[in-house]
Nanobody, 125 residues
């Protein structure tokens, strides 16, 4: 069983930065592709970014390219999402997720097997 816990959310002004973290309980974490998703008020959950098990491949939603950076520290079972230049469109609950099947990060929610509880990001204008 894999457990994921996100942290790092909070309130930030537009244009500011936050770094989200996701800690994974599984000892086999290093084998898994992982991703970040978000769900804003009244919106469907959407893909934000993903990273291969080796950390050598990443995939981003167009809306965050150039502003967000996904990374992982396999030794510490951690994954990060560095969010810069935050915009009024970015507020949401951000979730980390694990895909135990695919090597390349997928954007479809259905491809991910395990999810965290989410961390809230709020952006003030």
């Amino acid at each position: 069983q894999v457990q994921l816990v996100e942290s790092g959310g909070g309130l930030v002004q537009a244009g500011g930065s936050l770094r989200l973290s996701c800690v994974v309980s599984s000892r086999t974490f290093s084998r898994y592709t992982m991703g970040w998703f978000r769900q804003g008020p009244g919106k469907e959950r959407e893909f934000v970014a993903g990273i291969t098990w080796g950390g050598d491949g990443t995939n981003y939603a167009d809306s965050v390219k150039g502003r967000f950076t996904i990374s992982r520290d396999k030794a510490e079972n951690l994954m990060y999402l560095q969010m810069n230049s935050l915009k009024p469109d970015d507020p949401a609950v951000y979730y980390c997720a694990v895909d135990t099947v695919h090597r390349w990060p997928q954007s479809r929610i259905s491809e991910y097997d395990y999810w965290g509880q989410g961390t809230q990001v709020t952006v003030s204008s």
